[in-house]
Structure formats: C-alpha cells, structure tokens
C-alpha cells in the first residue's frame, strides 16, 4: 500500500522536471503491432530422450510447439515465448542471441516453459538449482529447439501488423492445491486439498488485427501439466497443450494459444493419470482432453466478452537477478548434496500500459503471487512461472517449517525469496 501511495508523488517530481509521466518511467506510447508465430518443436530423433521422471520415451502423441509473441509500438519491442517444455536451464545465452539475430532486447524476452512432465527439457541445470537434467539426448534436443525459438521469433517480427488488444480475467477449477495433510500419518503427502491456497484466476490477453480479427490469444493460469503420469511414454503437451489445441481449433487456427504457467507450484490438475494418486486415478488422454476442453473454453469465453480493445501501446520492460542463500541438500538430492552458496534467480517484467506480465525463474507457489498482487500498483499482474530459467520450487516465508513436497524440493534458504521476489517485481513494475 505504501508503494501504491507513492507513484503520484514520484510523478509528480518528475513533472517538475519536465517530464511526462510516461517519459519518467522510461517509454513514449505508440501505435501497436502484434506479430505470432508457432513452429512444430516435437523431437525428430527420440533417442536418449525422457520424460521427468526419466522413462525413455516410446513415441509421439501429439505434437509440441513453441509459439511466440511479439509487442511493438515502433520505439520499443519485447517478446512472450511459449514452449511445450518441462523445463528450461538459464537462458540468459539464448537471449543474447535472440537480441543479436532477431533485434529484441535481451532483457525485453521471457521464455517460459509448460512445464509439461511428457515433454523435453532445454539445456543443463543451473548450478545449485533442483531439476532433473534429462537423458543423453537433452544437449542435442536443446540445440535445435533453440534454433526453433529463434527461427518462431524471427518469423513472428517478420509477421507484424497494426493491432488492438484487450484484458479479461475468467475463472477455471481445473486446479487444485496438493499439500495435503494426512492426520493418520501426522505429515504432508502430495494428494487433493481442496481447502489449501489455490488461484482459480484465468488471465486472458487478446490480440486482433485491425479488422478486429483475433490473431493471438496468451492465457496465464496455476496447474501442472502432470496428467499423463511417470509411466507414460509417449510424448504429449499434456493439459497446457490440450488446452492451446482447444483454443486455436476454436478460432479455425486463425489464432495461436500462448499458455504461460502461473503459481503453478503447488498446483496439481484436479484429475490425473495413473502413477500418482493410484487410487483415485483417470485414464490419460480422456482426462488431459477433458482438462484441456475445461480451461481452453474459459479463455475462449473470456476472449469473447473483452471489450474496447486498445491499439496504442506504452511499452517497457526490465530485468533484476535476485541472489537468494542455499539451504543444506540431503545426500540422495539430484545431484548430490554439493551445492553453491547462493542461487541467482531471474525476476522479469514486460509492462504494456497498465498490464504487467511478471516472470520468476522458479515453480512460485499460489500465496507468493497473491503476495504479489496486493503489493502491486497495477491491477493487471500476472506471474508467468518457469521463466528465463528453473532453480527449482520457490515457497513463501510461512512454508518453511512444515514438511510440505515443494519445500523438499526448494534450494533456497528461508527469509530471501518471498519478499525479494515481490519487492522486485513491483520495483520492476514502477521502473517500466
């Protein structure tokens, strides 16, 4: 509340100046051009390739695919990846090589991964970070996935075209907490809590041509792609990709569906396959189909009732390292327990007018990110998840203490990454 109390008085100064209001946080408003592109990234070569829980994969489901945006208004460009990907390893060389190929500012790129468990990973871990690298095949995969990403960007600015966008926001209950306290056991387990923190939030953007034509469709929303299971082997999208293939179908495929992972960290679809809860276990594909149908028809009816899309935009954007201290790993953590120090984690935000798309290199847990969105001077933020990079889970300060899985699975010490998260994205958000 504070932070929200001082904008006017920092704009105000900056009007004694002689600066606008728009010059003092860094960027002029401009006509605005969208370009979208998607290109087919499922694995030509399969060998050596697995899912996360490192069951080599058999065949090929249905396809992955890396979509990409990409904002304009003529002095400034940024750029939304969507990947069918488990998960990324820094990505800070990928996008210097982005800013050098394709002209879009290093620090203006997020590259967030599905997180989809029936998918590749890109490039190595993070040193310090708790992620499964892959199977031998990853640093080939890798390769030529990036090589995709560059050639869907490059495609995507050759693609720009006046434009108009609007905000919605929906709700969809294909989520749900899965920090489940067994009292018979006395401790946490993975399981369905139906009374734990949980975002039913779904965040819509809708981008149209200036017929008013939707061309692209980004969507923000909490849940693992986790349908399928560790005992599949067939490479699939899983419930993000189930539900991008819903939208574009929807829309005749005359718009492509970014889906970009929310607090997605102690989120479970409220359905899964076998091999994880056994006993209450759907069979994959009619539950991932039956997931995707329920969230991808939320963002189509949201995108349906957005009104007085807007064809001017502001854009900014910026980057800020967050060094949070490591917490001790036990001897049988992936890895080992040798571990760094400290951790660096990636806080990004691309702001386009009064909408802030915030991304975290890590799987934020749902009271991290409502933290955020108190804190915010802007009522549109989102937090895309899974981007830039994966150092593992990010829990909130109150977490520690309790044996819950994503604290089992978190690098970081307690008391860094709450508050250096949401003191940075909102720091990020007034500077832009």
Same mark, same amino acid.
Not at 34 to 51: F, Q, R
Not at 64 to 68: E, G, K, Q, T
Not at 402 to 406: D, L, P, Q, W, Y
């Given at each position: 509340?504070?932070?929200?109390?001082?904008?006017?008085v920092?704009?105000a100064?900056?009007?004694?100046?002689?600066?606008s209001?728009?010059?003092a =946080? #860094?960027?002029?408003?401009? @006509?605005?051009?969208?370009?979208? /592109?998607?290109?087919?990234? &499922?694995?030509?070569?399969? !060998?050596?390739?697995?899912?996360?829980?490192r069951?080599?994969?058999?065949?090929?489901h249905?396809h992955?695919?890396?979509?990409?945006l990409?904002?304009?208004?003529?002095?400034?460009?940024?750029?939304?990846v969507?990947?069918?990907?488990?998960?990324?390893?820094?990505t800070t060389?990928?996008?210097?090589?982005?800013?050098?190929?394709?002209?879009?500012?290093?620090d203006?790129?997020?590259?967030?991964?599905s997180h989809d468990?029936s998918a590749? =990973? #890109?490039?190595?871990?993070? @040193?310090?970070?708790?992620?499964? /690298?892959?199977?031998e095949? &990853?640093a080939a995969?890798? !390769?030529?996935?990036?090589?995709?990403?560059?050639?869907?960007?490059?495609?995507?600015?050759?693609?720009?075209?006046?434009a108009?966008?609007g905000?919605?926001?929906?709700?969809s209950?294909?989520?749900?907490?899965?920090?489940e306290?067994v009292?018979?056991?006395?401790?946490?387990?993975l399981?369905?809590?139906p009374?734990g923190?949980?975002?039913?939030?779904?965040?819509?953007?809708?981008?149209?041509?200036?017929?008013?034509?939707?061309?692209?469709?980004?969507f923000?929303?909490?849940?693992?792609s986790v349908?399928?299971?560790?005992?599949?082997?067939?490479?699939?999208?899983?419930?993000?990709?189930?539900?991008?293939?819903?939208?574009?179908t929807?829309?005749?495929?005359?718009v492509?569906?970014?889906?970009?992972?929310?607090?997605?960290?102690?989120?479970n679809?409220?359905?899964?396959?076998?091999?994880?809860?056994?006993e209450?276990?759907?069979?994959?594909?009619p539950?991932?189909?039956?997931?995707?149908?329920?969230?991808?028809?939320e963002?189509?009816r949201?995108?349906?009732?957005?009104?007085?899309?807007?064809?001017?935009?502001?854009?900014?954007?910026?980057e800020?390292?967050?060094?949070c201290a490591?917490?001790?790993?036990?001897?049988?953590?992936?890895?080992?327990?040798?571990?760094?120090?400290?951790?660096k984690?990636?806080l990004?935000?691309?702001?386009?007018?009064?909408?802030?798309?915030?991304?975290?290199?890590?799987?934020?847990?749902t009271?991290?990110?409502?933290?955020?969105?108190?804190?915010?001077?802007?009522?549109?933020?989102?937090?895309?998840?899974?981007?830039?990079?994966?150092i593992?889970y990010?829990?909130?300060?109150?977490?520690?203490g309790?044996?819950?899985?994503?604290l089992?699975?978190?690098?970081?010490?307690?008391?860094c990454?709450?508050?250096?998260?949401?003191?940075?994205?909102?720091?990020?958000?007034?500077?832009?």
């Open positions: 509340m504070q932070r929200n109390r001082l904008i006017p920092v704009l100064f900056a009007t004694c100046l002689g600066l209001p728009a010059l =946080r #860094g960027a002029d408003a401009g @006509p605005l051009k969208i370009g979208v /592109a998607k290109v087919d990234t &499922t694995p030509t070569n399969l !060998a050596g390739l697995t899912n996360l829980w069951k080599p994969y058999a065949g090929v249905d992955l695919f890396v979509r990409a990409v904002i304009d208004n003529g002095t400034s460009k940024a750029a939304i969507a990947t069918d990907l488990v998960e990324y390893g820094d060389a990928l996008r210097a090589r982005i800013e050098k190929e394709v002209g879009i500012a290093a203006h790129i997020i590259l967030t991964a468990h590749p =990973r #890109g490039g190595v871990v993070t @040193p310090g970070a708790q992620a499964q /690298a892959g199977g095949g &990853t995969y890798s !390769a030529w996935l990036y090589d995709r990403i560059v050639e869907a960007l490059t495609k995507a600015k050759a693609a720009e075209q006046p108009k966008m905000i919605g926001t929906g709700r209950y294909v989520n749900i907490s899965r920090d306290f009292q018979r056991e006395n401790k946490w387990v399981g369905v809590n009374d923190p949980s975002d039913k939030t779904v965040w819509v953007v809708r981008f149209d041509n200036a017929a008013g034509e939707p061309i692209a469709v980004l923000n929303y909490g849940v693992h349908v399928a299971g560790p005992e599949n082997d067939q490479v699939t999208g899983d419930l993000a990709g189930a539900a991008e293939r819903y939208i574009e929807h829309f005749k495929d005359k492509v569906a970014l889906f970009t992972i929310g607090p997605a960290g102690d989120q679809p409220t359905f899964i396959g076998p091999g994880q809860q056994k209450e276990a759907a069979p994959i594909y539950t991932i189909d039956a997931e995707g149908l329920m969230l991808g028809a963002v189509v949201v995108a349906n009732r957005i009104e007085n899309p807007v064809a001017t935009a502001r854009i900014g954007a910026g800020k390292i967050l060094t490591t917490k001790p790993r036990p001897a049988n953590a992936p890895g080992g327990a040798q571990q760094p120090p400290d951790i984690m990636h990004s935000v691309i702001r386009v007018n009064d909408i802030a798309f915030t991304g975290v290199s890590g799987e934020v847990v009271n991290i990110y409502l933290h955020l969105r108190k804190a915010s001077p802007l009522v549109n933020t989102m937090m895309i998840t899974m981007a830039n990079d994966r593992g990010i829990v909130d300060d109150a977490a520690y309790r044996g819950i899985f994503e089992s699975g978190s690098p970081i010490a307690s008391g990454a709450e508050n250096g998260i949401v003191d940075g994205l909102v720091g990020l958000i007034e500077a832009n």
